[in-house]
């Protein structure tokens, strides 16, 4: 029958011939190729201070019949080393999430325990369906001052380890970064760069938690980021970007009270609006462009004066001025 | 003659308009407004929090100013309402009762901490006190919200300073039971402050929008 023995890197194994005497004539192979007599001790296999790529099948034959009277896996490898745990809570009141990693391999086969408490209960973390190393843990109450503490065991043959991580319910509020980045160019001003993003789809309830967003944008050619900070809404128009360069344009979404921002957004890149450059042209067609040119002017379109990117300030001065504007309506009106 | 006059004087009011600074157009201050200032106080309070309760845990020592400091929590009176609720309950709380839960607890933490034991620095004493005064502006910016809704306010708290029920031969400084009430009270304060932050959110959107009324006072005329 067949044996697996794990062994630490390093260690001195020695290994029998099953049932067999020591005295007995046998005969060792490792993979298949024989084994000199050099490393036996009787009927004894001596491996000493044992090293990965001795890994393999150790056979035990009879001496003259050729017997198979033992044979083992020999998986050299070493003891966990302490677990890298992290827990994240992408889907704010929902839950959160665990998932771990070792930071060295081990070359032996791993098993991971972990454990959940809140005070006084444990709670169950559900195996993630795809990732082997997470699980999930749904809150069963809100607004918890208990911490939660999560431990991690890892163990194999050769040993075990475990790290431990507590928190507060708040702490580990992390969103994923917004989804469905677009930014356009604006028609007819070359200044501006429209950008729209969504929420994440991992978080559940942005009308009652909402997120707020971070936009950083630069252009290609320069290292420098912008910065806007957006209490609220998804969308932003940058008004100062350099006309005719390409620029990359990132999101990141923080719930608006807790927690911490999430990673940057997929880059986009957009370019404002430029206008079309004017070809040459022959005499004739230039008297002709002059008078269509003539008809076809007018005057800049005038900005709202309560308009959104305008005004600074609150809206009430915007009220204001409206205000003033419709008194000098009607004082023209009664001339 | 006159439109002529009537005109000029509209031009002339015009031209000086950005040079009035005391054309005041003002808003009567409706209940979603409050609701902002009072949400905009539980965020002041909860980053004035973290210093607070920063030098007051070291004033107590170790362990309560220890971060993974996660003790169990004893059967002893509490002292606030906690924050602690189940998700589809706190869903499902009237403005009514999700106000009143706030101005509940908010005003036995006010109780409560001006009866903490601060025999330490003046400094100590000092933030305690600025903080407390922080926290009497939210316990009646929540009761203006109530009153501009029309809901009752609560019971107010009991007539004795709230604080710790009186130990026999009186609270020693040192006497660790004490010092654990007083960790779980700034715990729960913080944990209040974060929930705060999400009802004032909720009440944000379910309250109608602020009647806006304008009163323009053109001084100098």
């Known amino acids: 029958e067949s044996h697996i023995q794990y062994e630490r890197v390093g260690a001195d194994v020695t290994m029998k011939c099953g049932s067999m005497d020591w005295d007995s004539a046998v005969t060792w192979t490792a993979n298949g190729t024989d084994i000199d007599e050099s490393h036996l001790n009787g009927s004894y296999l001596i491996l000493k201070n044992v090293d990965l790529t001795q890994s393999g099948q150790y056979s035990c034959y009879e001496g003259s019949s050729w017997h198979l009277k033992y044979q083992t896996y020999l998986r050299v490898g070493v003891p966990p080393k302490e677990p890298v745990l992290m827990c994240r809570s992408n889907n704010y009141p929902k839950g959160f999430y665990c998932s771990w990693h070792l930071p060295t391999p081990t070359y032996i086969p791993n098993s991971f325990n972990i454990s959940v408490i809140h005070g006084t209960r444990e709670m169950v973390c559900e195996k993630d369906v795809f990732l082997k190393n997470r699980c999930h843990i749904r809150y069963l109450q809100l607004f918890s001052t208990v911490k939660y503490k999560v431990t991690l065991t890892v163990t194999n043959a050769l040993g075990k380890s475990s790290t431990t991580l507590t928190f507060d319910e708040f702490a580990i509020v992390k969103p994923d970064p917004p989804e469905s980045v677009v930014a356009k160019p604006v028609p007819n001003n070359p200044r501006r760069l429209e950008v729209s993003w969504q929420n994440p789809s991992s978080w559940p309830d942005p009308e009652s938690f909402p997120l707020k967003f971070f936009l950083r944008y630069r252009p290609l050619i320069l290292d420098q980021w912008q910065h806007v900070e957006l209490s609220d809404g998804t969308s932003h128009t940058i008004t100062d970007a350099y006309a005719g360069k390409e620029y990359i344009i990132q999101v990141a979404a923080k719930d608006n009270d807790i927690g911490t921002w999430s990673d940057w957004s997929v880059a986009v890149h957009a370019t404002p609006w430029t206008e079309e450059p004017k070809h040459l042209t022959t005499e004739a067609q230039i008297t002709e462009t002059t008078s269509t040119s003539t008809s076809s002017f007018m005057p800049p379109p005038t900005t709202k004066i309560c308009d959104k990117g305008a005004v600074v300030g609150s809206g009430a001065v915007a009220v204001c001025w409206t205000a003033g504007l419709v008194l000098a309506a009607y004082g023209i009106l009664f001339i | ?221």
């Open chain 2, 1 to 221: 003659g006159d439109s002529w006059g009537i005109f000029t004087f509209l031009c002339a009011a015009l031209c000086n308009l950005p040079a009035l600074p005391a054309l005041n157009c003002t808003e009567e201050l409706g209940p979603g407004r409050s609701i902002q200032k009072t949400y905009d106080l539980t965020r002041y309070l909860e980053h004035q929090l973290r210093t607070l309760a920063g030098t007051y845990l070291n004033y107590l020592g170790p362990p309560f100013n220890e971060p993974d400091f996660n003790p169990p929590r004893l059967a002893r009176a509490e002292r606030v309402p906690s924050a602690t609720v189940d998700l589809d309950l706190w869903r499902g709380l009237t403005d009514n009762a999700r106000l009143a839960a706030n101005y509940r607890a908010y005003s036995r933490v006010l109780c409560s901490l001006r009866a903490l034991d601060a025999q330490g620095t003046a400094e100590l004493r000092h933030r305690l006190g600025h903080f407390c005064s922080s926290l009497q502006g939210l316990v009646l910016s929540i009761a203006g919200v109530m009153s501009s809704l029309g809901y009752p306010l609560p019971a107010g708290p009991p007539a004795s300073p709230g604080g710790a029920p009186a130990q026999p031969g009186g609270a020693a400084p040192n006497d660790f039971l004490k010092k654990m009430d007083d960790f779980w009270l700034l715990k729960e304060l913080q944990t209040w402050l974060w929930r705060s932050a999400k009802d004032f959110n909720r009440l944000k959107k379910k309250v109608p929008p602020a009647v806006v009324t304008l009163r323009m006072e053109a001084r100098g005329f």
